[in-house]
């Protein structure tokens, strides 16, 4: 049974940075795509940033973060980290740390990911930008 367990949130000032993290556990395979979902109040969930872990696929952001965010992963230690730079009050929302079991490989992404594609989620952290 897969865990995903999210660290990092907070509140800052527009212009700052914070980094979120997410420790994974019980994964059955080796190569899983990771990331980052949020959700602001009154809005739908938006795919942030997603990656592979261990290759099958180029790593997807959100235009509205692209340039300021950067995902990374450590897999010696199971984490996925979410560097967010430049941050501004429209990056305020909820921060879901997502992950899917084997999931096939791709060459690109043709379209945003899709909430539904994810079966594991943490239980979210909150970014405030003010």
């Known amino acids: 049974h897969v865990q995903l367990v999210e660290s990092g949130g907070g509140s800052v000032q527009a212009g700052g940075s914070l980094t979120l993290s997410c420790l994974a556990s019980g994964f059955t395979y080796a190569k899983n795509l990771m990331g980052w979902f949020r959700q602001a109040p009154g809005k739908e969930r938006e795919g942030v940033a997603i990656?592979?872990?261990?290759?099958?696929?180029?790593?997807y952001y959100a235009d509205s973060v692209k340039g300021r965010f950067t995902i990374s992963q450590d897999n010696g230690k199971n984490t996925v980290y979410l560097q967010m730079n430049s941050l501004k009050p429209e990056d305020t929302a909820m921060y879901y740390c997502?992950?899917?079991?084997?999931?096939?490989?791709?060459?690109?992404?043709?379209?945003?990911?899709?909430?539904?594609?994810?079966?594991?989620w943490g239980q979210g952290t909150q970014v405030t930008v003010s």
């Open positions: 990656i592979y872990t261990n290759g099958g696929g180029p790593t």
């Open positions: 997502v992950a899917e079991e084997n999931s096939p490989d791709r060459v690109k992404w043709n379209s945003p990911p899709v909430s539904g594609d994810f079966g594991y």
